[in-house]
Nanobody
């Protein structure tokens, strides 16, 4: 079992930056592939980024490549999402997710654990 708690969301102007954090409970954080998803009002939940067990590989949705960076600190049981050059289209609730095993996935159903989400609002 792992519990995930996101933080760092808020209101930002377009072209601004935010860093989201996701703190995980438990002693086996390093055995989970971690990811961020987001869900805008009236839309389905979409994959944003994922990072493998030891940060050796990262994966991004095309819409955020070059603007967002996912990273993890296994010593702190935390995964981060640095978001730069934010656009109004990035407005959504952002969710942290974890799955067992080393293979990252872009489909939400592959992930076993989810946080409650943190709201990100980008004003134009």
């Amino acid at each position: 079992q792992v519990q995930l708690v996101e933080s760092g969301g808020g209101l930002v102007q377009a072209r601004g930056s935010l860093r989201l954090s996701c703190a995980a409970s438990g002693r086996t954080f390093s055995t989970y592939t971690m990811a961020w998803f987001r869900q805008a009002p009236g839309k389905e939940r979409d994959f944003v980024a994922a990072v493998s067990l030891i940060s050796s590989r990262t994966y991004y949705a095309d819409s955020v490549k070059g603007r967002f960076t996912i990273s993890r600190d296994n010593a702190k049981n935390t995964v981060y999402l640095q978001m730069n050059s934010l656009e109004p289209e990035d407005t959504a609730v952002y969710y942290c997710a974890a799955k067992t095993g080393a293979v990252a996935g872009t489909v939400g159903s592959l992930y076993n654990y989810w946080g409650q989400g943190t709201q990100v609002t980008v004003a134009s």
